[in-house]
């Protein structure tokens, strides 16, 4: 029956119409259910993730083992290969790797300490806000170029980690393309933040 639609012509009558119109509607509701049904997957998942770091946090003293735990949480909830964290010491001015999401990356990475000043991870710290770079290897200021290049990366966002309005760490996403996050996206990493 329908192949006759295609080779000659057709004039569709009004229930014709309105039956493609009702399905076409269908399909519009099925497809935006399973586009939320989704969406609520990633929220469980998030928040199942924000709860085991909760625990941890709560259970654990020991830094190192909670902030691995947290990079690799960061990384797995901002979809990036690679976070971690720059600790922060004002006395110094400096920035030292703490922990990244992945150690074995991380085993080779040239640079463990940087200035506040001249560095994107120092700007964050200094401002007390978020830098991002769409191509951290157009920017003089980030360093050991080669080494990212070799990682695939060029993306780099710095959030700050804030304690009673200092900033204690920054919290660095590094990705091969450019970091955007909608305000769904957003809300999580700043409750993941705090």
């Given at each position: 029956?329908?192949?006759?639609?295609?080779?000659?012509?057709?004039?569709?009558?009004?229930?014709?119409?309105q039956l493609v119109s009702t399905l076409a509607d269908h399909a519009a509701l099925a497809l935006e259910n399973?586009?939320?049904?989704?969406?609520?997957?990633?929220?469980?998942?998030?928040?199942?993730?924000?709860?085991?770091?909760?625990?941890?946090?709560?259970?654990?003293?020991?830094?190192?083992?909670?902030?691995?735990?947290?990079?690799?949480?960061?990384?797995e909830l901002a979809g990036v290969p690679l976070a971690g964290f720059w600790l922060a010491d004002h006395a110094?001015?400096?920035?030292?790797?703490?922990?990244?999401?992945?150690?074995?990356?991380?085993?080779?990475?040239?640079?463990?300490?940087?200035?506040?000043?001249?560095?994107?991870?120092?700007?964050?710290?200094?401002?007390?806000?978020?830098?991002?770079?769409?191509?951290?290897?157009?920017?003089?200021?980030?360093?050991?170029?080669?080494?990212?290049?070799?990682?695939?990366?060029?993306?780099?966002?710095?959030?700050?980690?804030?304690?009673?309005?200092?900033?204690?760490?920054?919290?660095?996403?590094?990705?091969?393309?450019?970091?955007?996050?909608?305000?769904?996206?957003?809300?999580?990493?700043?409750?993941?933040?705090?």
């Open positions: 029956v329908l192949g006759q639609y295609f080779h000659a012509p057709h004039d569709f009558t009004t229930n014709e119409i399973a586009r939320l049904y989704r969406a609520q997957e990633e929220r469980l998942t998030r928040l199942q993730t924000l709860t085991r770091l909760n625990q941890l946090v709560s259970s654990s003293l020991e830094t190192s083992e909670v902030l691995a735990a947290i990079a690799r949480a960061a990384a110094t001015r400096t920035l030292t790797i703490g922990a990244l999401s992945d150690p074995a990356m991380g085993a080779s990475m040239p640079v463990r300490t940087l200035p506040f000043d001249g560095t994107n991870s120092g700007e964050v710290v200094k401002r007390r806000a978020a830098v991002a770079l769409d191509d951290v290897l157009a920017d003089p200021a980030f360093r050991a170029r080669e080494w990212w290049m070799a990682q695939g990366i060029r993306s780099f966002l710095g959030l700050p980690v804030l304690h009673q309005d200092t900033v204690v760490a920054v919290l660095a996403l590094y990705s091969a393309a450019p970091l955007r996050f909608n305000p769904d996206d957003q809300s999580v990493l700043d409750n993941f933040l705090a």
